[in-house]
């Protein structure tokens, strides 16, 4: 486990911020479907800073990034401007209060916060990521993903306080969010960080027991020391989704055309052999011929899949972790148990959220560890009835597993 000391983090109303320019790292990272937010939970989360700052009769600039960027199309075509979000920020703070800002290496925009900016107003900046693709010479870059000093030293020198906000990307060592730092003269974390880390903590040192952790998702390849560490502190780790089919390959049963990473069956088979008390697998799955929405076939477990493929863990199993989870006292949810995009294989999800509620209500604490969880958790349950829903998927498990937390390194020292 990392040091992480939450008392050595300032917090942002630890500071004077009274009438100051203040640069904001957000996570505005959010889904867009043809140009149109489908969820604004990570826009809504840093609310609470932004109007602190307003409150305070703060300049703020907002700094985010929205996916990836790899190609010159990915910039040109438009499909990760952030210009929705600007727009949903106007329906919020007013029309003539938020601005858009496409280029903030201009000269232009410098002088426009500086002197034609006013207080209690708020400049968003473009994808961030745009700066890992140059244009004229058509070459990725990565001056932001690979924290170019340059480029962090302009975005320091906008304000007169740095502000990091932007939980989803604290395992990150970007430009705007780490390389920052270093040139601001003061710096701070702002409330959705200071939440989050309060939250997923309770988890890492107060967990009450029977602990339950159900993790799902494809890939295990990027969860190995996160499977290590839940087995090491949780009484049963529930495994489905894709990953189980892993597990299932390495005891040696059929899986038919079930994605697995082949190259991590030993990896599998040392955690089985290491921790075959506390991991329970699924004992019938819901399988399909191809990836679509169509019912699904129920398998048993050591029988033949006929060459189909799994995409729902089946009713026995849903049936075994949910009686599991009801007993829990500290849950941790991280990857759907099936394809719960598709209504004929989100079963399963769908009575492991209602279990996790449950189990909530009756005094234990949940974790829904970010990104597809945290969508699904809140597809089929409402966000209150969880104990906690996080907005961060990677830099969640990255302070469970104990790993390194560069957004936050500055803060520690």
């Not at 604004?40 to 602190?52: E, F, L, M, Q, S």
């Not at 307003?54 to 929205?66: A, E, V």
């Not at 990857?335 to 279990?355: L, M, N, W, Y």
């Amino acid at each position: 486990m990392h040091n992480l000391n939450l008392k050595s983090l300032v917090p942002l109303d630890k500071i004077n911020v009274d009438n100051k320019t203040v640069v904001v790292r957000v996570d505005f990272n959010v889904p867009l479907k043809d140009g149109k937010i489908t969820d604004t939970a990570r826009i809504d989360a840093a609310r609470k800073t932004i109007d602190y700052l307003l409150d305070h009769n703060c300049k703020i600039i907002l700094l985010s990034h929205l996916s990836r960027i790899k190609t010159a199309d990915d910039i040109k075509s438009g499909k990760k401007t952030l210009l929705p979000v600007c727009n949903y920020l106007k329906t919020i703070y007013g029309e003539n209060n938020v601005f858009f800002a496409t280029d903030w290496l201009s000269p232009v925009i410098n002088t426009f916060i500086k002197k034609e900016m006013k207080h209690k107003q708020i400049v968003l900046f473009e994808n961030t990521r745009y700066q890992d693709f140059d244009l004229i010479k058509n070459q990725l870059t990565k001056k932001e993903s690979k924290c170019d000093e340059a480029l962090a030293k302009q975005w320091a020198n906008l304000g007169d306080i740095f502000v990091n906000d932007a939980f989803a990307t604290i395992h990150r060592k970007h430009a705007s969010n780490y390389g920052i730092i270093k040139h601001s003269k003061k710096w701070c974390i702002g409330f959705l960080i200071k939440h989050e880390l309060e939250n997923i903590l309770k988890f890492n040192a107060n967990a009450q027991k029977p602990i339950v952790s159900i993790v799902g998702g494809v890939k295990i390849s990027d969860k190995v020391i996160l499977l290590n560490r839940l087995m090491s502190m949780s009484d049963y780790v529930l495994v489905g989704g894709g990953m189980s089919f892993l597990f299932l390959k390495a005891l040696g049963h059929d899986i038919g055309k079930s994605l697995f990473e082949s190259e991590m069956l030993q990896t599998a088979k040392d955690i089985l052999a290491k921790y075959k008390d506390k991991i329970i697998l699924p004992v019938d799955v819901l399988a399909a011929d191809k990836f679509t929405d169509i019912k699904g076939k129920k398998i048993k477990v050591g029988k033949s899949f006929n060459n189909l493929m799994g995409l729902d863990i089946g009713p026995k199993t849903t049936k075994m972790f949910t009686k599991i989870i009801k007993t829990a006292k500290t849950i941790f949810w991280n990857g759907p148990t099936g394809v719960f995009e598709f209504k004929h294989f989100q079963k399963s999800s769908k009575k492991i959220v209602r279990a996790i509620c449950y189990a909530t209500k009756h005094n234990g604490f949940s974790l829904i560890g970010g990104g597809d969880t945290a969508f699904a958790a809140t597809s089929f349950c409402d966000k209150s009835k969880f104990s906690f829903v996080s907005t961060g998927g990677g830099a969640t498990l990255a302070i469970i597993q104990g790993s390194d937390l560069p957004g936050l390194n500055f803060f520690n020292k």
